[in-house]
C-alpha cells in the first residue's frame, strides 16, 4: 500500500468526540493529524497533539504539563516557528489587538541584521512540516486551475 493509501484511510477530519469513544478513534486522529498538523488547528479549537486534547489554545503551563515548552513543541511536531498554539479565532483576535496597538511597528526588526549566526548561514533556516505541506497545496491549487484552464479552453 502506498503512503497516500495509507493516509486515506485515516479520517482526515478531527472529530471532537472521537475522545468519547474509544483510544483507537484518537489514535486515528492523532495519526491524520502527525501527517498535517495544521488539521490540529480550527477556527474554535486546537487540539493538542500529545494527549489530543482539544482547547481554545495549548498555554505553557499545558505544554509544561508534558515536560514541553512551545518552541519545542513547534518544532516537534513541524509547526512554523511563528505559528500561534491556539484556535483561529483567537489568534485572529490577538493579531487585531496587536495591529491596533501598534504593536507590530515596534517590534519589527530583521533578524539577520540582529543576530550573527544567522548572517553566517545567509539566512537559510529550517522548513517547517507546517510549510511544506502549505508550499504542496499551494502548488496542487495552482496545477488544478492550469488543468480546468486548459479544459476550458478545449471544450
Ligand atoms: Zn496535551
Same mark, same amino acid.
Given at each position: 500500500m502506498s503512503a497516500d493509501g495509507v493516509l486515506a484511510i485515516v479520517p482526515a477530519e478531527v472529530g471532537d468526540e472521537a475522545g468519547a469513544v474509544g483510544l483507537s478513534p484518537v489514535l486515528g486522529t492523532l495519526a491524520a493529524l502527525l501527517a498535517? &498538523?495544521?488539521?490540529?488547528?480550527?477556527e474554535d479549537s486546537i487540539r493538542c497533539l500529545i494527549c489530543a486534547g482539544v482547547f481554545r489554545q495549548l498555554t505553557n503551563t499545558h505544554l509544561r504539563g508534558h515536560g514541553t515548552s512551545a518552541s519545542e513543541y513547534k518544532g516537534r511536531f513541524g509547526?512554523?516557528?511563528?505559528? &500561534?498554539?491556539?484556535c483561529l479565532a483567537l489568534a485572529r483576535r490577538y493579531a487585531e489587538r496587536a495591529r491596533s496597538a501598534g504593536l507590530a511597528a515596534r517590534i519589527r526588526r530583521r533578524p539577520i541584521l540582529v543576530d550573527p549566526e544567522l548572517r553566517k548561514r545567509g539566512g537559510a533556516r529550517t522548513i517547517a512540516l507546517e510549510e511544506l505541506l502549505t508550499r504542496r497545496d499551494a502548488r496542487r491549487r495552482e496545477i488544478l486551475s492550469r488543468i480546468a484552464a486548459q479544459n476550458g479552453q478545449t471544450a
Amino acid at each position: 500500500m502506498s503512503a497516500d493509501g495509507v493516509l486515506a484511510i485515516v479520517p482526515a477530519e478531527v472529530g471532537d468526540e472521537a475522545g468519547a469513544v474509544g483510544l483507537s478513534p484518537v489514535l486515528g486522529t492523532l495519526a491524520a493529524l502527525l501527517a498535517d &498538523p495544521r488539521q490540529a488547528i480550527t477556527e474554535d479549537s486546537i487540539r493538542c497533539l500529545i494527549c489530543a486534547g482539544v482547547f481554545r489554545q495549548l498555554t505553557n503551563t499545558h505544554l509544561r504539563g508534558h515536560g514541553t515548552s512551545a518552541s519545542e513543541y513547534k518544532g516537534r511536531f513541524g509547526y512554523n516557528r511563528g505559528r &500561534p498554539l491556539m484556535c483561529l479565532a483567537l489568534a485572529r483576535r490577538y493579531a487585531e489587538r496587536a495591529r491596533s496597538a501598534g504593536l507590530a511597528a515596534r517590534i519589527r526588526r530583521r533578524p539577520i541584521l540582529v543576530d550573527p549566526e544567522l548572517r553566517k548561514r545567509g539566512g537559510a533556516r529550517t522548513i517547517a512540516l507546517e510549510e511544506l505541506l502549505t508550499r504542496r497545496d499551494a502548488r496542487r491549487r495552482e496545477i488544478l486551475s492550469r488543468i480546468a484552464a486548459q479544459n476550458g479552453q478545449t471544450a
